[in-house]
């Protein structure tokens, strides 16, 4: 047996699976969002709530990404107490935000239902958010890139990467794109049920983005700096990238 095989084998069972549970806890997460907010108020807020900080503290405890990205972003000169606060207002946005969206979007009770209507309603909403999330990241990686370098310090994404970001950062590349699913329901389809899927599908995958485990193409964005600059696909665009110059290593 090689000698590979048995140090993993003689770690603790759960530093052994650690980005294996921390992946399905966050796809847990994710797919019971608005579900959790639409249909059990305050209770699935609390959830929710509850479930966000429990991963973040699992990620952080088991995992060094957050240790060595923390040591990057002191050295681009943003002290402890700037990163946990952004992390913190993150948090305030991810969780009661989302929670007051859903109790302005979705008063009634959404019955849910598949047609070959909701997977194309689905799609169109999902390309507009995309397009929406393209331009704005582009967007912070040139003139707004300023706002964009406390996130990228992160380059060993995880969990916690999802929360150390400027506000104004954060309502681009989060806000804006979700906020044109709700609007393009809105103008076009009236469709609560369609919105919420969507919804959950996009939040779903910006989350597992940074997921430590599966290492998506916007893992390789983080540690690399190149492209995709796109949120779904993994797609080669060439920019004058003002971002990465400015990140110094650790």
């Not at 957050?66 to 946990?84: S, Y």
């Not at 952004?86 to 991810?94: A, G, K, Q």
């Not at 194309?120 to 370098?149: C, N, P």
């Not at 964005?221 to 920019?239: E, K, N, V």
Request: net charge negative.
């Amino acid at each position: 047996m090689k000698r590979e095989t048995l140090a993993a084998m003689e770690q603790p069972l759960l530093e052994r699976y650690r980005k294996e549970i921390v992946f399905f806890a966050t796809l847990t997460n994710c797919i019971s969002l608005f579900f959790a907010y639409h249909y059990s108020g305050l209770q699935g807020l609390l959830f929710i709530c509850i479930n966000i900080l429990v991963i973040v503290f699992f990620d952080v405890l088991m995992s060094d990404a957050f240790a060595k990205n923390l040591k990057i972003l002191n050295a681009n000169g943003f002290t402890n107490e700037q990163v946990f606060v952004s992390m913190f207002l993150s948090f305030l946005i991810v969780g009661p935000m989302n929670y007051l969206v859903t109790w302005i979007c979705f008063r009634e009770t959404v019955i849910p239902y598949i047609s070959h209507g909701l997977l194309i309603r689905v799609a169109i909403m999902l390309t507009v958010s995309e397009t929406a999330f393209t331009y704005g990241h582009l967007a912070l990686h040139q003139d707004l890139s300023k706002y964009h370098l406390m996130h990228h310090c992160c380059k060993y994404s995880s969990y916690t990467s999802n929360f150390v970001f400027h506000p104004l950062d954060l309502m681009m590349e989060f806000g804006m794109p979700l906020g044109t699913i709700i609007l393009t329901n809105l103008m076009f389809f009236q469709d609560d049920w369609a919105a919420m899927v969507a919804l959950t599908i996009a939040t779903t995958l910006y989350t597992l983005d940074h997921d430590e485990y599966l290492q998506r193409p916007h893992s390789k964005h983080h540690s690399q700096l190149t492209s995709p600059y796109t949120a779904y696909f993994d797609s080669s665009m060439h920019i004058k990238d003002a971002v990465r110059p400015m990140v110094k290593s650790e």
